[in-house]
């Protein structure tokens, strides 16, 4: 599995018109958009300091920058199994986007964007996420589709859904290690 | 610590549990020193709400002694008596921040349940389904308060629980079913279902300056608190709309409050329908009162919603609500905009919220409790349970 970019205009306009992406034709693609109310210096700034991202991203343990712009990135299944992979920054716009993709040979390939834009009548900043990785098959196969499979949406909503009440409050939600009675 | 289990439909039970501890830097603990049983709870005794976990620890009207507060708690120290609002809200999101407080964006830990259903994220709220949250209520010997420096409301020394428990929930919900009414004077207010917010949304449409309010209910003992409230009472029966619409010279009602919610009785035929559809599961939803509200108010008139609705309704007048041109006000309650005011309310002596208490209970007998107040039983209208 190997990753390219397959658009490179960064330059010129705004940023949301471009994204790196796995070969087109090839992974699944999801895309998720939520207002913050902080600058986007503020959001920019902690999402850049990549260990940040286990707060807020339930499946990723660890995410640890080992190199410039090269990240380790250790990611937990619901079988409590790790999958891990390198990936590298390919684009860095303070306060504006990052973009990043999974180098060759990591378990799951994967490219994605992030865009930080003002939001109308001063409420924040619109984060807007674009995530492109391989389907599942192979010998990840049914790792994978634990992970991302058909619950990809649904993580990718939470963990922005904890990015906002982390910025916004200092705190995310949690009912882990709260009481309850017997289930039976 | 002991605390009331949902285990089932008509199954709860008061079991030992671990005590809760803080898991977030604004959490506070706090030892309940009163809860009570609310209608909403009844929606969950009778497994009409989804989303319900076995052993979910129910309550959301409680109030107590903070005993511990986490590392980022500024307003609260040990010992502040406190009452707690059933909903749970950040304070800095775009909603609280717009005083919307039932619709915090930030203090739900399964915010993709709700937006699936609803399009967006619901806030956290005690004791109730998972798709709220699903944290741990108040219906026990301690609690977990998230966001301890938003919510709760400190009360002095001196009035007893009693009185200010229901600024928990029940009293600023038929308050703000009342202010949701616009009031103006010379109004009649209608008010269906006596149970206990029905019985505050009385009690404050007066306080808001209704000349009139009329109240419907067919239980005896809750049409007579009413009177005592100052209602003008109509037993609700095959022809409430006409006695409404006799006793208010034909022009109908200004506002009509629905306080009965998903779960209307009746004797007429949609409600037998709404009864037949649900026992078989074609619809969650039993909107008798509300669409007998739309029916009888006056053109131009306020519909105002505080009894809980969870699905999609089935045979909904829109079209006499449009062709009436009614507004139409609902939603859970910003308490934390009335808890202040409310209290001063009490303070002054303008209300006593402890007349609508019939049951005094202990937690451990919390099970019979709710056994009573589902059946009307013993003449009950409102348990108060002490741990």
């Not at chain 1, 990591?106 to 964007?113: I, L, R, T």
Request: proline share 6%; with cysteine; charged share 25%.
């Amino acid at each position: 599995m190997k990753t390219r970019l397959v658009e490179r205009s960064y330059s010129r306009g705004r940023a949301t018109t471009v994204q790196p992406s796995l070969k087109s034709g090839e992974g699944s693609k999801i895309e998720k958009a939520i207002t913050i109310n902080r600058s986007p210096e503020e959001i920019y700034s902690f999402w850049r300091q990549l260990e940040n991202l286990p707060r807020f991203m339930q499946h990723v343990q660890s995410v640890t920058q080992t190199g410039e712009g090269i990240s380790h990135w250790v990611v937990k299944t619901s079988h409590d199994r790790t999958l891990e992979w390198d990936a590298r920054l390919i684009e860095d716009k303070p306060g504006q986007m990052l973009s990043w993709q999974s180098l060759e040979d990591a378990d799951v390939d994967n490219a994605g964007s992030v865009w930080f834009t003002p939001a109308t009548g001063g409420r924040g900043t619109v984060v807007k996420v674009s995530m492109k990785y391989s389907p599942p098959g192979g010998k990840f196969g049914t790792m994978l589709s634990k992970l991302f499979g058909d619950s990809a949406e649904k993580e990718m909503s939470e963990d922005l859904f904890h990015l906002k009440s982390l910025l916004e409050t200092g705190e995310a939600p949690t009912t882990e290690g709260q009481p309850q009675g017997s289930n039976k | 610590m002991r605390a009331l289990c949902w285990h089932g439909r008509e199954d709860v039970r008061v079991e030992k549990v671990p005590d809760p501890k803080i898991l977030n830097p604004h959490d506070a603990i706090v030892r309940i020193t009163t809860t009570a049983i609310c209608g909403s709870n009844l929606h969950l005794y009778g497994g009409f709400v989804p989303g319900m976990e076995k052993g979910d620890i129910l309550g959301h009207e409680f109030m107590g002694e903070v005993v511990e507060i986490g590392s980022a708690v500024k307003n609260l120290k040990k010992g502040d008596r406190v009452v707690v609002p059933f909903t749970i809200s950040c304070g800095q999101c775009f909603f609280c921040q717009k005083k919307l407080w039932a619709l915090c964006d930030n203090t739900n830990p399964n915010p993709h349940e709700s937006e699936m259903e609803t399009g967006y994220p619901s806030s956290g709220l005690y004791g109730y389904s998972h798709t709220n949250g699903g944290y741990a209520g108040g219906q026990a010997e301690y609690v977990r308060v998230p966001f301890a420096d938003v919510g709760p409301l400190k009360i002095p020394d001196g009035i007893p629980d009693d009185q200010v428990i229901f600024l928990s929930d029940i009293f600023p919900t038929g308050y703000q079913a009342a202010e949701n009414c616009n009031i103006q004077p010379g109004d009649t207010v209608a008010v269906w279902g006596c149970g206990p917010v029905g019985q505050f949304a009385i009690k404050s449409a007066f306080l808001l300056g209704a000349e009139r309010v009329l109240a419907i209910d067919d239980v005896p003992e809750r049409l007579e608190m009413a009177r005592q409230s100052g209602a003008q009472t109509i037993t609700a029966n095959g022809h409430t709309f006409e006695d409404i619409k006799e006793a208010t010279g034909g022009m109908g009602p200004d506002s009509c409050i629905d306080a009965v919610g998903l779960e209307a009785h009746g004797s007429t035929a949609d409600a037998k329908m709404d009864k037949a559809k649900a026992s078989v599961k074609l619809t969650t939803d039993r909107p008798h009162v509300l669409r007998q509200a739309i029916h009888a108010c006056r053109k131009g008139g306020t519909v105002s919603v505080p009894g809980v609705y969870m699905g999609a309704l089935d045979k909904f007048p829109f079209g006499t609500a449009f062709g009436k041109g009614l507004n139409i006000r609902m939603g859970q309650t910003h308490v934390q905009n009335y808890m202040r005011p409310l209290l001063k309310r009490i303070e002054d002596g303008d209300i006593d919220p402890s007349f609508v208490i019939t049951h005094r209970l202990n937690l451990n007998d919390a099970p019979e409790g709710y056994r009573a107040f589902r059946d009307k039983h013993d003449k009950c209208i409102k348990v108060v349970l002490k741990p």
